[in-house]
């Protein structure tokens, strides 16, 4: 009696927040009575991190026995169909985060399909000839976003205890008191109401779960937007290799696909990326090759550092980029941002992806990150088997380990990015004497490129 009385949701006893729809007006509640389909797991957001959240939490020892729902809006199935090309949303996917796919058994389908290892990556700029790069084997993996979402979705299909709608909507969110035994209720826009021991939001950056939470967020937009597209060059002998140029509009780079196709992501200024979108293909390749490969504009202060740098054997130059010759399929742009929420936890309730923190794709690490959250996450539900599923104690424990992993990555991005917005003299040699500084003390760099490949 107990139990079924539980799963009646109580008005009086839950804190509401709604969001209009067709079904509810704003600051609408439930009914008094509502009989509720109860589930130990519910995850807002498909995407690569809700999707590997879902299918990660599923296969945890101790949650073989619970019910775990995804709820994605999108009505269509990834799918992976190699005659339409290249998809144009890619990641950089780190080595620590393929070894999470290949432990929960999404690697070996990401293999039927396809993927790209490189070896190695450039770093350098328009108006300074120091360059740093990093080798490793692998340096990391280039997938297509929909080849991880199909990989997630053939596990998923799977998995006994994972239930998978699409098309589905959240209406209203009804979190409990803090530290209360009681469950987060959740409405659809269909009518239904769930009930759940610990709501995940995957939801994106501009997340309904954490406005539910009513968390801080720092964040503000760039004022650049991200140009992506598939581009070809006959250079071969380059498939191994990854480039990132900073100009002093943004950053443009060249993520190798193999079979001599690179993955263009280009940050520019606003009204320079409105340009480029409108200039025909063969105009916008010259536009490429002219922004990887033009000579820097080395101002007179940095030219005598480099003259010495060279000197001393410490000055690495620019790589010779592979000449682009054609755009493969279309282009397309996106807005670039910054947000870090405040909290990434709430009653019953955790944050991840881009729910919790967004940043510059300048060192591709946004949907690593939240590949991290994900792990971090079922480490901590995994390490207390005896503790119900949102406690507070576990969901603090995995709040205060992601912050300290990634306060300092989205400071270091963004610190990156703002390095790197100015041509102002002092500046540019000042960051080109640290670069080289740092090409030349392995011990530091070795750190960096084992951060960069976790």
């Known amino acids: ?63 073989e026995n619970k019910k775990i729902l995804l709820l994605d809006q999108s009505e269509k199935e990834p799918s992976f169909e190699p005659e339409k090309g290249f998809n144009l949303r890619v990641i ?25 290892s490189y070896n190695k990556i450039f770093n350098w700029e328009s108006n300074s000839n120091h360059t740093i790069s990093f080798t490793a084997e692998p340096m990391g993996y280039i ?72 968390s801080p967020v720092l964040s503000w937009m760039y004022d650049q937007q991200g140009i992506v597209c598939t581009l070809r060059s006959p250079c071969l002998d380059k498939d191994d290799v990854a480039y990132q140029r900073f100009l002093p509009s943004g950053p443009i780079a060249l993520l190798p696909l193999g079979e001599g196709l ?12 409105n340009e480029l979108m409108n200039l025909s293909d063969e105009e916008f390749v010259a536009r490429a090759n002219n922004a990887l490969q033009k000579p820097a504009v080395v101002p007179a202060p940095v030219a005598a550092m480099e003259t010495v740098s060279d000197y001393m054997g410490w000055l690495e130059r620019p790589p010779q980029t592979p000449l682009i010759t054609e755009i493969e399929g279309a282009r397309a742009k996106f807005p670039l941002g910054f947000s870090n929420s405040a909290r990434y936890i709430g009653p019953r309730t955790a944050l991840l992806g881009d729910a919790a923190h967004r940043v510059h794709p300048l060192a591709g690490q946004g949907a690593n990150i939240g590949f991290r959250g994900v792990q971090q996450l079922v480490k901590d539900i995994s390490e207390n088997p005896n503790r119900e599923l949102g406690d507070f104690r576990v969901l603090n424990s995995f709040e205060s380990s992601l912050q300290r992993q990634v306060t300092p990555m989205l400071c270091f991005i ?19 004497y640290g670069l080289g500084m740092v090409n030349q003390l392995p011990l530091l760099k070795n750190s960096i490129l084992d951060r960069a490949r976790s």
């Open 414 to 432: 963004d610190g990156m990015y703002k390095l790197y917005s100015t041509s102002l003299d002092p500046v540019v040699a000042a960051r080109s």
């Open 262 to 273: 690179f993955s263009l992501v280009w940050s520019c200024r606003s009204n320079i990326a």
């Open 143 to 214: 997938v297509e976003n929909n080849v991880i979402e199909t990989a997630l979705l053939d596990i998923a299909k799977n998995l006994h205890n994972l239930d998978i709608r699409r098309g589905e909507a959240v209406n209203e969110i009804k979190l409990p008191l803090d530290q209360s035994r009681e469950e987060v209720v959740v409405g659809l826009e269909s009518g239904e109401i769930v009930e759940t021991s610990l709501l995940i939001g995957a939801d994106g950056a501009n997340s309904y779960v954490r406005k539910v939470l009513d």
């Open 92 to 116: 950089n996917l780190t080595v620590g985060n393929q070894e999470f796919l290949d432990r929960i058994g999404v690697w070996d389908k990401i293999k039927t399909m396809r993927h790209h």
């Open 1 to 63: 009696m107990m139990r079924i009385l539980r799963r009646l949701v109580r008005a009086d006893t839950l804190r509401t927040v709604s969001k209009p729809c067709s079904i509810c007006q704003p600051n609408a509640r439930f009914s008094v009575v509502h009989p509720a389909v109860p589930y130990d797991v519910v995850i807002v957001g498909g995407g690569l991190v809700g999707n590997a959240a879902a299918v990660a939490l599923a296969l945890e020892e101790s949650l």
